[in-house]
């Protein structure tokens, strides 16, 4: 069965600081995708990135970035010069290849991240 | 306008009503999926649908029921809302086809059961 695990539940910086976000699963599939999406205060979920499991190229978006390691498990979120507009909660995703039946995406529990201005 | 949408945005009820979340969608997807958010547990499967003559039950189905009148419009229903149905209740859509089972959410409804 395929889990993620958000081991921060909440972290808390000072504005302009870099802060990383964990996320770890775990998958019987060998072809797999990631995805991280944030809840901004209004509640509304808001995607920010997909990533297969072929791919293991780091991608950066802005001040966005996002380290994927198939060795660990492991596709983590940072978030450099951090701004106050960052605030929210973070999700990471996990949904296994689109064999029938299988097509589900199971979210961690998610990373409350306050930056302090 | 949103490709999303869900009515009512927040609800306010009591304990044994009966309520009914409605999703609707512009995408053309035939995928629908309705969750459920609680602090500290992230999104949980309740219900899926493939299409419109398919409906599957997810993680947490138990006190909830589904409908999927078009391929466009999937309801929730709750036939006897209790307190800890108190939650913040998504949406989403994906498109068959896709391997990667991109999904997009709807707004959120936030119930609130008294």
Avoid at chain 1, 36 to 61: A, T
Avoid at chain 1, 85 to 111: I, R
Avoid at chain 2, 15 to 24: A, D, P, Q
Wanted: proline fraction near 3%; glycine fraction near 6%; charge should be negative.
């Amino acid at each position: 069965a395929q889990k993620v695990t958000q081991a921060q539940t909440e972290i808390s910086v000072v504005e302009k600081e870099d802060v990383t976000l964990d996320c770890v699963y775990e998958t019987r599939d060998t072809t797999y995708y990631l995805f991280w999406y944030k809840q901004p205060p209004s509640g509304e979920l808001v995607f920010l990135i997909r990533r297969n499991s072929f791919d293991e190229q780091n991608e950066i978006s802005g001040r966005y970035s996002w380290n994927f390691q198939k060795s660990t498990s492991s596709f983590n979120f940072t978030i450099t010069a951090s701004q106050v507009v960052d605030s929210a909660v973070y999700f990471c995703a996990l949904s296994e290849a689109a064999n029938f039946g299988n097509e589900k995406l199971t979210f961690g529990t998610g990373t409350r991240l306050t930056i302090i201005p | 306008d949103a490709d999303v949408t869900q009515t009512p945005r927040n609800r306010i009820t009591k304990t044994g009503k009966r309520i009914m979340l409605e999703c609707s969608q512009t995408k053309g997807h035939d995928r629908m999926y309705w969750y459920r958010q609680d602090p500290g547990l992230g999104l949980r499967l309740i219900y899926y649908s493939f299409d419109v003559k398919d409906i599957n039950k997810g993680e947490i189905s138990d006190g909830y029921s589904v409908s999927r009148q078009a391929q466009a419009k999937f309801s929730l229903s709750l036939e006897s809302a209790i307190p800890n149905q108190t939650a913040l209740y998504f949406c989403a859509t994906s498109e068959t086809g896709t391997t990667d089972n991109e999904q997009f959410f709807g707004p959120g409804t936030r119930l609130t059961v008294l």
